[in-house]
């Protein structure tokens, strides 16, 4: 696949407090994106970038923030976490236009 | 029309068997589409790509129907290590929404022995 990573794999923390998702890529894709998937609902796009330091909204973005200092990382934040950002949260990259995406392993996150 | 329909299914088929998926979606402009398979808290994975009528690899062939816009995928000889959920993914718009894609819900296939 495209060699990418996310730290932590799983988290449990309480609600109101900051939580930071990290993805980290060897491939030198472009573009990544952040998703999370919920039983129901499948996937959905909470941001995406399309270069260093250009990001945008995605479908449910409200209470995230990213950030892409450089090409092989892209950080999550949940600046006050709620239980309902009780997730699978998975980050991909792709090439561009037309071109499939790759996954990372995904992070389990639980907000108490 | 969603934008990108699934048969969640489950499908429930023995070893052996041939299976066929579709998925519908209401981006006329597409050029390109995917499947993905996913285990069970898993990522998921791209199994095929798809850019004009059709692709085929192996026991799997994806069909793309441009008038009807649907994709299908067909699974020959069915094994047990197919039971999985199949996503498929259409790109989401035109112009920047087109580095996007957009994910079915996924269909469930179960194959048993």
């Known amino acids: 696949d495209a060699g990418i990573t996310q730290s932590p794999r799983h988290k449990v923390t309480e609600t109101g407090t900051p939580v930071t998702l990290r993805c980290h890529q060897t491939?030198?894709?472009?573009?990544m994106y952040w998703y999370r998937q919920d039983p129901g609902h499948g996937l959905r796009l909470i941001h995406y970038?399309?270069?260093?330091?250009?990001?945008d909204k995605g479908e449910v973005s409200d209470g995230y923030s990213v950030s892409r200092s450089k090409t092989e990382d892209f950080l999550l934040t949940l600046e006050s976490a709620t239980s309902s950002q009780t997730s699978v949260y998975f980050c991909?990259?792709?090439?561009?236009?037309?071109?499939?995406?790759?996954f990372g392993d995904g992070t389990r996150l639980s907000i108490l | 029309r969603k934008e990108v329909e699934q048969d969640p299914g489950p499908f429930n088929v023995p070893e052996g068997a041939t299976v066929a998926f579709n998925c519908t979606y209401s981006?006329?402009?597409?050029?390109?589409f995917f499947w993905y398979r996913q285990d069970c808290r898993k990522e998921p994975k791209l199994l095929m790509s798809?850019?004009?009528s059709g692709n085929e690899d192996g026991r799997f062939t994806a069909q793309l129907n441009r008038a009807s816009q649907y994709i299908s995928l067909l699974i020959r000889d069915s094994k047990l290590s197919d039971s999985a959920t199949y996503l498929c993914a259409v790109p989401a718009g035109s112009g920047a929404g087109s580095y996007q894609l957009t994910f079915g819900k996924g269909t469930k296939l179960s194959v048993i022995p």
């Open positions: 981006n006329s402009a597409s050029q390109s």
């Open positions: 798809v850019y004009s």
């Open positions: 970038s399309y270069g260093v330091k250009d990001t």
């Open positions: 491939e030198n894709h472009r573009y």
């Open positions: 991909a990259t792709g090439q561009g236009l037309g071109q499939p995406q790759h």
